[in-house]
């Protein structure tokens, strides 16, 4: 079983930055992909970004030119640095881990942007 550990969340002003941090109890040997997904209030859980084993990265539309997302394998964490952040991006941030096969969640994190 994987854990992963999130930080980073908290309350910010629109236009503000943030930056998350998720860190795994594996190694990065056996990490394939690690991203980030979110889930607003009343609304289903949706992709953010993704980053892989070899540095390639994804990202929602809603997000792609403000958000950047990366990974540090020496310590098995994933960040996702949130610049530019709207109203609309306030939701309960998940990391997402797949190694060896399966997927796992973090707890989630609060990110909350007043207008």
């Known amino acids: 079983q994987v854990q992963l550990v999130e930080s980073g969340g908290g309350l910010v002003q629109a236009g503000g930055s943030l930056r998350l941090s998720c860190t795994a109890s594996?190694?990065?040997?056996?990490?394939?992909?690690m991203g980030w997904y979110r889930q607003a209030p009343g609304k289903q859980r949706e992709f953010v970004s993704i980053?892989?084993?070899?540095?390639?990265?994804n990202y929602a539309d809603s997000v792609r030119g403000r958000f950047t997302v990366s990974r540090d394998n020496a310590k098995n964490t994933v960040f996702l640095r949130m610049n530019s952040l709207k109203s609309e991006d306030t939701a309960v941030y998940y990391c997402?881990?797949?190694?060896?096969?399966?997927?796992?969640w973090g707890q989630g994190t609060q990110v909350t942007v007043s207008s």
């Open positions: 997402m881990v797949r190694a060896r096969g399966s997927v796992y």
């Open positions: 594996v190694s990065a040997v056996y990490i394939d992909t």
């Open positions: 980053i892989t084993s070899d540095g390639s990265t």
